[in-house]
């Protein structure tokens, strides 16, 4: 085991890392938003993806609280880090998927990593309404959003 703590000290001093001790709720300030060309046709499709993969978080959340299997904490732990994902969703060059991504971001409160947050609901009507108007544009660019649900039994 010590060999493998070994490796990640390592892993994150090449990284950058200093491996020094951070208390959650530290770390405050402006959330970087990831830009990708403005002429990168794959881009729509790749924020679409990325839009189902924070899709696919908030509705597994909604199964394990539904079922009693986690905890409110949990809950927004997870919803935090699906805001980071959102965040993370770079800048298309399509006007339709990167109003739908604002929209969605503009829904939930940025949280830095390590940022304490106050709790709040993933999905809102306001939520919704920014997935509705992602519908086409996914479309049109071959990603259709979609949910793997694989939590549960």
């Known amino acids: 085991m010590a060999g493998a703590s070994a490796l990640v000290l390592v892993a994150l001093t090449v990284a950058g890392c200093s491996g020094g001790s951070i208390t959650q709720g530290e ?3 402006e959330v970087a938003r990831a830009v990708a060309p403005a002429d990168d046709v794959a881009g729509a499709a790749a924020a679409c993806e990325a839009v189902s993969d924070v899709m696919t978080v908030a509705e597994n959340v909604a199964v394990a609280v539904g079922e009693a299997r986690m905890t ?5 732990g997870w919803y935090q880090v699906a805001s980071r994902m959102l965040d993370r969703i770079p800048v298309t060059g399509d006007a339709a998927v990167d109003q739908g991504v604002e929209g969605l971001r503009a829904a939930v409160p940025a949280v830095a990593a390590g940022a304490r947050a106050e709790p709040f609901e993933l999905t809102s009507d306001a939520w919704n309404e920014a997935l509705a108007s992602l519908d086409e544009p996914c479309l049109a660019a071959d990603a259709e959003l979609a949910v793997s649900v694989f939590t549960g039994g």
């Open 72 to 76: 409110a904490q949990e809950q927004q």
């Open 27 to 29: 770390l405050t300030g």
